[in-house]
């Protein structure tokens, strides 16, 4: 939804989408000033362009959005492309690439594949915009001898609420109360947030460009505590939300595992003896209405646990699997395959965005636990 950030004396409606074309670029400017291609901001900025170019913002033009986009009138297109890929100047690409019959060719999207680009967050008719001067600190028009006329610092650049334009549905969207995106709230509610901690402050850490989150397993680690016990009965493993500034996962997307199974002699797990836990919000769209079925997600704080009663056995293995893209895997993606002509263009881009949800499947915090030697020893 659009976000209306303020700098200095005039409101301007900054996210208000979709964007304006950047229009035409003053005489004086080189052709690097001019560019709104990535590639041209890192021959100046090259510590945000390599970062960015490994965060999921710059993969945002992705199989998955584009074999969908295929299928869409152009004002569809554009609602998709106010988050995947938001300057008027992607859209206008992706449209020239569809007339010549080559949308689906990521060199033939030119400007559009770059995604969720420098330019959408920084640029508003080519001028630049960011967070105060990292030098200084200074605020407002900062000009002096910079290239592209220089820029107008604000601190809008450092709140959560920037992040909201594509983080946060409206309330008037809620299902079950709740947005499908409710990122911007959980965090209000949460104490991270109290203690001043920003979107920002855990995911862009030094104003660094690398967005990692759940499809990261050191960012997932860094937010869990987990913790494991054992009595003469059962085995527990547990995890803890200490980290993670909204709910975990914050999505409906990902699906969230607790494992415990017992081990043979050889150290090998005993068939039939899983047990497991789900943390996710599960949601069901019935082709008019959106539907809750069930909520696990974790708040700040909030622990999930799963235990397994020892029988007669003296080991257990337990690990949390985490299913970053779950939901795609098996509802977006699954009726796109059924209902795509096979082998047309949209179906192949589709088969591939599925195979990278299989991919981005991990583990953590696998651990053993030993069943106690029995208390109060008789002879
Ligand atoms: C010819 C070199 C050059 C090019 C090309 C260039 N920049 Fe800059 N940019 C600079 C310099 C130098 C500054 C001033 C840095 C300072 O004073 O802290 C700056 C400042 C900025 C700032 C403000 C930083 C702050 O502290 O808030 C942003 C944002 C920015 N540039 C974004 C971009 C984007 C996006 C592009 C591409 C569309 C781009 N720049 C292309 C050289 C360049
Ligand atoms: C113009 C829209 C837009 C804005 C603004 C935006 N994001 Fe994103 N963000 C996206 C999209 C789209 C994706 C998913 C990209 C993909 O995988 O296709 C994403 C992905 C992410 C991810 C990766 C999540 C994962 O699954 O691992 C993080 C973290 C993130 N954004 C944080 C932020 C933060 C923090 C801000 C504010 C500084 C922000 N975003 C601003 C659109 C946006
Ligand atoms: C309000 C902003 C917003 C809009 C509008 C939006 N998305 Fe997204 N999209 C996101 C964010 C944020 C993510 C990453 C988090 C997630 O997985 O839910 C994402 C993730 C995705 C993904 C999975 C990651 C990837 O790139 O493969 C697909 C596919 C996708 N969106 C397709 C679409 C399509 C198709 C539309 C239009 C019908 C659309 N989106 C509209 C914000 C948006
Ligand atoms: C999703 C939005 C988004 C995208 C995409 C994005 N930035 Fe930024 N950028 C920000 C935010 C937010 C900050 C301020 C972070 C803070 O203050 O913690 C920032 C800060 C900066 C700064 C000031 C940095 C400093 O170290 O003092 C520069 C320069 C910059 N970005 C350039 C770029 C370039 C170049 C690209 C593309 C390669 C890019 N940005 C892509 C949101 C974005
Ligand atoms: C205290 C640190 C912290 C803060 C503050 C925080 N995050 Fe996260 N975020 C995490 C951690 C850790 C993860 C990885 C675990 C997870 O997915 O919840 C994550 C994951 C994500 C993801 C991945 C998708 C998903 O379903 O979890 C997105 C998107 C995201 N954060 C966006 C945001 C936005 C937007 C804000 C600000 C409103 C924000 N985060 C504030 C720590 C934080």
Redesign the pocket.
């Known amino acids: 939804?659009p976000l209306f950030l303020c700098f200095g004396a005039e409101a301007e409606e900054y996210w208000s989408r979709p964007l304006k074309a950047q229009g035409i670029p003053p005489a004086a400017w080189s052709e690097l000033e001019e560019s709104l291609d990535p590639q041209s901001c890192g021959a100046c900025h090259p510590d945000k362009l390599a970062q960015w170019s490994g965060s999921?913002h710059s993969?945002?033009?992705?199989?998955?959005?584009v074999?969908?986009?295929l299928a869409?009138s152009k004002e569809?297109?554009q609602?998709?492309?106010?988050?995947?890929a938001p300057l008027a100047e992607q859209a206008a690409a992706f449209e020239a690439a569809r007339k010549k019959g080559n949308a689906h060719r990521p060199e033939a999207q030119g400007l559009a594949a770059a995604?969720n680009s420098c330019g959408g967050c920084h640029l508003r008719g080519h001028q630049r915009f960011g967070p105060p001067q990292r030098s200084t600190g200074a605020v407002g028009r900062i000009t002096g001898d910079l290239p592209h006329g220089g820029f107008t610092g604000t601190k809008d650049f450092e709140r959560s609420e920037f992040c909201a334009?594509?983080?946060?549905?409206s309330a008037d969207q809620a299902i079950n109360g709740k947005p499908?995106?409710n990122?911007i709230e959980e965090w209000r509610a949460s104490p991270q947030a109290a203690a001043g901690q920003t979107c920002q402050f855990c995911h862009m850490p030094d104003r660094q460009h690398l967005w990692r989150?759940i499809h990261d397993p050191a960012t997932t680690a860094a937010g869990l505590t987990p913790k494991t016990s054992s009595d003469q009965d059962k085995a527990r493993f547990a995890v803890t939300s200490t980290g993670v500034g909204h709910a975990f996962p914050?999505?409906?997307?990902?699906k969230v595992i607790l494992h415990a199974v017992l081990l043979d002699g050889a150290g090998q797990p005993r068939p039939g003896t899983e047990k497991t836990h789900i943390i996710q919000r599960r949601v069901e769209f019935d082709g008019s209405d959106w539907r809750e079925i069930s909520d696990t997600r974790l708040a700040p704080g909030q622990t999930a646990s799963v235990e397994i009663a020892w029988k007669d056995a003296t080991r257990a293995r337990v690990w949390l699997e985490v299913q970053?893209?779950d939901?795609?895997h098996s509802v977006?993606y699954a009726q796109l395959r059924r209902d795509l002509p096979k082998s047309s263009a949209a179906s192949r881009l589709i088969a591939e965005?599925d195979s990278?949800?299989r991919s981005s499947i991990y583990r953590l915090f696998t651990t053993e636990i030993e069943r106690p030697s029995p208390s109060g020893d008789h002879p």
């Open positions: 939804m999921l993969k945002a033009f992705s199989p998955g959005l074999g969908q986009l869409l569809d297109t609602d998709c492309l106010d988050c995947h995604g334009a594509c983080h946060q549905f499908l995106e990122t989150g914050t999505y409906v997307t990902p970053p893209d939901f795609y977006t965005a990278r949800t």
